[in-house]
């Protein structure tokens, strides 16, 4: 399974944004899945993660501003952003926990996807 990232680019403060990602491949099991990002200079950060039964989870800086959800059957997630701040300019990441059963027995991975850039400018 991979994870690929797109919906980023410039908005300006204030703005909205939709960001998507989109898991391909076979042979695994998707549970949990999250956004993060990381901004120049600082430690990568959580901004929101979601389960299979759609009970969501944010960071308190995004709270109210901030959606979460997710496409089960198409393998996807999305991450509704608005009222955009310049502190929010980063590098946004998918992240998903993948459970992998086979005949030796169970296995959890941790997927990241390649990221998606969000500038935030006034």
């Known amino acids: 399974v991979a994870l690929l990232e797109s919906g980023g680019g410039s908005v300006q403060v204030g703005g909205s944004l939709r960001l998507s990602c989109v898991a391909s491949g076979r042979g695994g099991s998707i549970n949990d899945m999250a956004w993060y990002r990381h901004a120049p200079g600082k430690e990568r950060e959580f901004v929101a993660s979601i389960t299979t039964a759609g009970f969501a989870n944010y960071a308190k800086s995004v709270q109210g501003r901030v959606t979460i959800s997710r496409d089960n059957v198409a393998k996807k997630l999305y991450l509704q952003m608005s009222r955009l701040k310049p502190e929010e300019t980063a590098v946004y990441y998918c992240?998903?926990?993948?459970?992998?059963?086979?005949?030796?027995?169970?296995?959890?991975?941790?997927?990241w996807g390649q990221g998606t850039l969000v500038t935030v400018s006034t």
């Open positions: 992240n998903a926990k993948i459970q992998v059963v086979t005949i030796e027995g169970t296995n959890y991975l941790e997927l």
